[in-house]
């Protein structure tokens, strides 16, 4: 007796649960993990899974063992030139151990450390732990132009596709049954009424009833007949209404110098960072426009290949690109439907009375459309005017507005984690 | 006997195919006197035979983080094509388990047939020991209740609490059965029956044995032995409890530790009824596989004979089935220690050649099996052995010779390692004898078994290690401890024996913690 079944169709994350349970238990050490390899690996690689590795003593599940030392006596297959009595030198680092535990040898001994695998999902979660999106939820709030359609009982208009069988159905039984009541109840009279007359002797049958009453049935008849089955009175639609919404869409503007001051390895730091924040706010909003602005003197709107790879030379003037970057959002982005984060990174230079008009800019029109603004100065030297003009941008908006310093790669990822550190709700 | 038509060929299959060729590979096993549990065959894809895996084959199972733990390091070995999946997983039930994988060809669809659904199959229903210690037909239904009862648990009680009873209990899982009883069968509808009237049965019977409040005389009472200068009225002469030593560890637990609730006894009992039925695999390792290895090489021959697959599938037999018994010696870098499929199938077919074409040899080594009937031998042989035995009673020369096997001492007395026999006559007998007790569960696990609970003093339980060989207890002996005594609740104290004197002394917590500063 037997019988096949395919079970190839059922859930496969059978383990999932005991997966999460295990992520759970070693979150710190995943954690450890993931920070280290954001560091190591470049961002634009972020969107896969990352291999992690765990000192394997740290999650084993001991159990009563024999170590080493005593005597002990294993058998092996594939024996060439040894004779009875030969006599070995002990492997050196054995350290009693002899060639091995024998058959007990399966079970992954000796392997120091326990390697896994991330999914991608599993990786972003681990590397945006803790951090959070600043002011998310007052903007969701006030946003309420994005509608949706969300069901809203029946209604007795609409179009065909939103037809409600069941309760088109049931109503039209409903009217049948109440059309055909009358009727039903006036033929049966007639019936009963010709049959008394048929009863009666022919003598006193009066033919003129008889065939009155037969018209009057095949009238009724025909009647019945009549009633529709399915009228379109009796039709019913779903209704929808449309909801609005809470936003959920958010851009992105990146602004970079890309002045002769600034190399390339600059900018793949910055890159790496407009990567991560890019990621990070995917994660909140379900759509995330992009919007790339370079400037040495003057600023453009490109598009991220050139952003990223054309050289530049020249001076530079901050100013001109957050000017750019205000009349794009007038133009295209207004702050009432669409989240706003800007972020810059730059090597720090200005012209010299620019950072007065990038404070004036920023304090008197930017600040007040953005969700967030996050300045990172790539540079290993000291502050210029720039940084001292944004610092009291943040002053005044500590909320809204952060800066930080990147000196190499490394620091890209603690710098970002600072920038969107969670903060306590006040 | 006429040559029929192959049912298929090539390398793909279906489920006609499947069918017809599960029709007549049971027909040979009927032949053959192959008595199995009714199969239920299974199609998975490799995602699932993944999740199989990591349950260590139980089709459900609570849920506990080192099976996911389990799965990652599977999931990671096989992405890497470090290694492949089994190409079927059997579960020891009734009716009996297969899982075949969608990617298998036509070819390994039917070699897995043979090997699980009437190999590894006959085997669960005939050896003595998954007779005795498993009971096939109930094993699902109390995997199921093992599952809603922790999920239950961790409903009431929190997921952590549940998930460090069962870290705890897993750490003794080994020491869950009782070696030399036959146990209660288990079953689910009895479970879910009694347990109420057993928990609350079980707290009165703890509480009795506790009821007694310590009253430790100059200090804490260890020695059993009777003091008459501090006691003359003999308030502290008593038997030592247990009375005689119990080397069911999580047993022991389930009814005596003090501190425990009724809900947590009950797991300690799961993950003991589960160890139990988990028993008899560990320990026919070698010759489950060797009789299901060597039944699929004999049924697909006579499958081949009988012209129901064609040369195309028989090659690729041979080459699949030649890497499954292949040993790589000692010194080969593909060494993993010794392969049971090679082992296991060597001695089954070397049984079958002892009893159709005996050499003198073989008549003077096995005077009982030489010349006899082969079937009514090998089925004798699965039926009443172990591994250990097994090899005791039917490792011949030729097989030793064979796989060129030879003994080797390592004595931390010596400072070199010595050769103590090889495939000659002055070795054979050596070889079987060091083979046997290196497959024997005795020898590969510690015996450590409870020696005292001290009802009566500070409650310490005593457990005694008795050494096997000299061979001292490894490093993880100190979490195990800890386990204990987070179960038992009080310390724990662990002796190592060597020819009845106590050679070393552990204890849990250990005593100049600060916790008795503090």
Redesign the interface.
Known sequence: MSYFIDRRPNARNKSAVNRQRFLQRYRSHIKRAVEESVNRRSITDMERGEKVSIPAKDISEPSFQHGPGGRRTVVSPGNREFAEGDRLRRPSGGGGQGSGEGQAGNQGEGVDEFVFSLSREEFLDFVFDGLELPHLERKQLQVLEETRPVRAGISKEGVPARINIVRSMREAQARRIGMRAPLKRALREAQEALEAEERKDPVLRNPARVSELKSEIERLEKRIEAIPFLDTYDLRYNHLTHQPMPSNQAVMFCIMDVSGSMTQAHKDIGKRFFLLLYLFLERNYEKVELVFVRHHTVAKEVDEEEFFYSRETGGTIVSSALTLVDSIIEARYAPEQWNLYVAQASDGDNWDDDSSTCLELLDESLMRKLQYFTYVEITPHAHQALWEAYDSVRAAYPERFAMQQIVQAEDIYPVFRELFRQRAKG | MTRREPIATGSDWN?EA??AY?HAV?ALAREYRLDTY????????S??M??AY??VGMPIGY???????Q???V??AY?RGQMGLAYELVINSD?CIA?LM?ENSLMMQVLVIAHA?YGHNSFFKGNYLFRAWTDASAIVDYLVFARKYVAKCEERHG?EAV?QLL?AC??????GVDRYKRPSPVSAEEEVRRQDEREAYLQTQVNRLWSTIPTPIGGLVQQPSHDFENDPLGLHRHDRYPSEPQENLLYFLEKNAPLLEPWQREIVRIVRKLAQYFYPQRQTQVMNEGWATFWHYTLMNRLYDDGLIDEGIMLEFLQSHTSVVS??????PY????NPYALGFAMFSDIQRICQSPTDEDREWFPEIAGSDWLETLHFAMQNFKDESFIQQFLSPQVIRD???????????D??????????D??YRR?RE??S???ALSA???N?QVWEADIRGDRSLTLR?V???????????F??MR?LHQLWGFPIKLESMEEGEVVRRYQWPIPESNRESA
């Open positions: 489920f499947l069918e599960e049971g009714p199969n239920q065959i299974e199609i998975i894809t995602e699932q993944m999740d990591a349950s849920h506990h983080w080192s099976f996911g733990k799965f990652l390091s999931e990671q992405r009716p899982y969608e659904c997921v998930e870290d897993h750490a003794l899982q080994n020491y040993q790589p010696g000692f010194d080969s060494f993993n220690g010794i796989l060129k096997l030879f003994s080797l001492v390592d004595d931390d007395r400072d070199s390692l010595q050769i103590e026999a090889i495939h000659d002055r070795g070889i060091a083979l007790v290196q497959y590969r696990e510690p450590i290690h050494q096997d060989r000299r061979r001292p207890l490894g490093q993880s002996l979490p195990v386990y």
